[in-house]
């Protein structure tokens, strides 16, 4: 079965880090595009970044800087590294596997809820 | 960045109704959209990309169609399991955005 399983969430202090792991099977994380979104309590869907299968990165504007998305292709998981967390990176966060060469998110993990507070 | 603009925010609708959801661009996105439906603690998932493609293995009371800058998603009968919140998503260009949703429920 074609999946993806996020965890790593938690509660953090601002300024705080944390990094988020998608574990997937039935497919290879390193040769697919991969998508994180987050959805913040009670709100809408915010597009948080991308992976392409060489490499590139794309982050929306207001998180360039403070996260990064890397891969262990051992391990078939893909990372999300949040630093300088504010709170208003509370939220969970969803991985998706895209639809191929594509931003269409077609398979997607059940979520990892991260709060960030005092 | 483009900016996407869902509408009706909220419908209330009742099962069997043929229902349409808009969703507007700031400027020309092509067929660079999708759709995702979202029901409560649960992920999206992908109905509709490229504007008007079905996503394999939804129902094919779904579509979608519009170029350019306005976007539409209709359900031609809606069933009890179609109460669900709607989200478009513009994927032309980064960072990539999402329309603030349209929450269906029941009449």
């Known amino acids: 079965e074609v999946q993806v399983v996020e965890s790593g969430g938690g509660l953090v202090q601002p300024g705080g880090s944390l990094r988020l792991s998608c574990v997937a099977s039935?497919?290879?994380?390193?040769?697919?595009?991969m998508t994180w979104v987050r959805q913040a309590p009670g709100k809408g869907l915010e597009w948080v970044s991308v992976?392409?299968?060489?490499?590139?990165?794309y982050f929306a504007d207001s998180l360039k800087g403070r996260f990064t998305v890397s891969r262990d292709n051992s391990k078939n998981t893909l990372y999300l590294q949040m630093t300088s967390l504010r709170a208003e990176d509370t939220a969970v966060y969803y991985c998706?596997?895209?639809?191929?060469?594509?931003?269409?998110?077609?398979?997607w993990g059940q979520g990892t809820t991260v709060t960030v507070s005092s | 960045d483009i900016q996407l603009t869902q509408s009706p925010y909220f419908l209330s609708a009742s099962v069997g109704d043929r229902l349409t959801i808009t969703c507007r661009a700031s400027?020309?996105?092509?067929?660079?959209l999708a759709w995702y439906q979202q029901k409560p603690g649960r992920a999206p998932k992908l109905l509709i990309y490229?504007?008007?493609t079905l996503q394999s293995g939804v129902p094919s009371r779904f579509s979608g169609s519009g170029s350019g800058t306005e976007f539409t998603l209709t359900i031609s009968s809606l069933q009890p399991e179609d109460f669900a919140t709607y989200y478009c998503?513009?994927?032309?260009?980064?960072?990539?955005?999402f329309g603030g949703g349209t929450k269906v429920e029941i009449k």
């Open positions: 039935g497919f290879t994380v390193s040769t697919n595009y």
């Open positions: 998503q513009r994927v032309d260009s980064y960072p990539l955005t």
């Open positions: 400027q020309g996105i092509s067929s660079s």
């Open positions: 998706a596997r895209n639809r191929p060469h594509s931003d269409y998110a077609d398979v």
């Open positions: 992976i392409y299968s060489g490499g590139t990165t």
């Open positions: 490229a504007a008007s």
